[in-house]
């Protein structure tokens, strides 16, 4: 393993250059572990290179990119907690899929994932699965009856939830043997076995479709104007308003300081929420999503509905990181916020066509 690079802020700009085409070139001949493409690609990225010019520089595409930066960050992650040291040699030359799965973790969980996924020796899918299950498995107080907090148990927890909820005989069967395959504890097999002479189901409650809306009309997306004030006014008046930036599809107005707001239509439920905020993610950050091309959505929350009800989606805190999560029964997490609406942004095929109205009326 080589040094992170340095920090650019730290460099002239020939130093910088110098360490830049040195990146590209380690990059280009693909020299080293796939943990420093990573970092050289992080590296590069903050000193102001987009994912295209890295793309045509190095053949390194830009979902590759992602892939490579995520994994070597869950990589250092489980290097700092102290993961065994053969799953960090073999993670360390292979494995970014693996470990990008495992990105919304937390350190500890992480490092007991990728023991897991390197003693089962499991494709991206599966370590998908694996950590959708210990997050969930998570927000346990106390785990259920029969497992234990390890990892695998986890896993075995979802693969007899599973079993129980579903009446095909193949599938439970799959099911069950993923149970006793991952199975940590002996009381966990205990609990997955009984399903080998137990057939009741237990139905499982649909969930309710995520509230997304797509904005269709130039109308449906405002934009925020600064106010200089009432007359009469001084020209000093008008410098002193800041220079107003758009950032991002749904054109979110950020002024001087920590405060920055966005545009709304006023629909009813969001005129009549009492407290609404807005979280900004990818939409492959929301449960039950499936989308092959995540994109930019916002999440508008009503701070002041946090109590439980099966209809509806919430807020919570994941060990010390906001998620979003529907549950079935009354969890045992406190509740932080009730998602009112998902906004996505307007398609627009070309946005600087947009601008010039001569254009748009021909």
């Not at 520089?57 to 994994?71: C, D, L, R, S, Y």
């Not at 599973?162 to 099911?175: C, E, G, I, K, Y």
């Not at 934009?223 to 749904?250: H, K, S, Y």
């Not at 001087?256 to 929420?273: D, H, K, M, R, Y």
Request: net charge negative; proline share 7%; charged share 25%.
């Amino acid at each position: 393993m080589t040094d992170t690079p340095p920090n650019a802020q730290n460099l002239n700009d020939n130093d910088q250059n110098d360490i830049a085409e040195e990146l590209l070139r380690k990059l280009r001949q693909k020299q080293g572990y796939w943990v420093e493409w990573g970092q050289a690609c992080a590296y590069l990225q903050k000193a102001g290179y987009s994912q295209q010019a890295i793309f045509e520089a190095t053949g390194f595409e830009p979902v590759q990119q992602n892939q490579v930066i995520v994994g070597a960050q869950v990589y250092n992650s489980i290097e700092k907690v102290g993961a065994p040291q053969e799953v960090l040699s073999h993670y360390q030359q292979r494995g970014s899929d693996i470990l990008y799965e495992l990105r919304l973790l937390t350190q500890e969980e992480r490092a007991a994932a990728a023991t897991v996924t390197f003693q089962h020796k499991v494709d991206a899918d599966e370590a998908r699965e694996i950590a959708r299950a210990i997050k969930d498995f998570s927000r346990f107080r106390n785990p259920p009856e029969g497992f234990s907090h390890h990892p695998g148990d986890a896993v075995a927890y979802q693969s007899w939830k599973f079993a129980r909820q579903n009446s095909d005989f193949q599938t439970r069967s799959r099911l069950i043997a993923k149970g006793l395959k991952f199975a940590h504890t002996q009381t966990a097999r205990q609990q997955i076995e009984q399903l080998l002479t137990d057939f009741t189901v237990v139905p499982k409650k649909p969930a309710p479709t995520l509230p997304f809306y797509r904005q269709q009309s130039a109308e449906e997306v405002p934009r925020l104007v600064p106010v200089v004030g009432e007359l009469p006014l001084t020209p000093e008046d008008l410098q002193a308003v800041p220079l107003v930036e758009e950032i991002g599809p749904f054109r979110i107005v950020k002024f001087a300081g920590e405060q920055a707001w966005v545009p709304l239509p006023g629909w009813q439920t969001i005129l009549s929420a009492e407290d609404p905020v807005v979280i900004l993610c990818n939409s492959d950050r929301l449960p039950t999503q499936t989308q092959n091309h995540p994109e930019p959505v916002m999440v508008v929350i009503d701070r002041a509905q946090r109590e439980w009800n099966s209809g509806n989606y919430f807020v919570v805190d994941n060990s010390g990181e906001l998620d979003f999560q529907w549950f079935e029964t009354a969890p045992e997490v406190t509740l932080l916020g009730r998602i009112l609406v998902i906004l996505r942004a307007k398609k627009i095929l070309d946005e600087e066509l947009t601008k010039d109205s001569w254009q748009i009326d021909e």
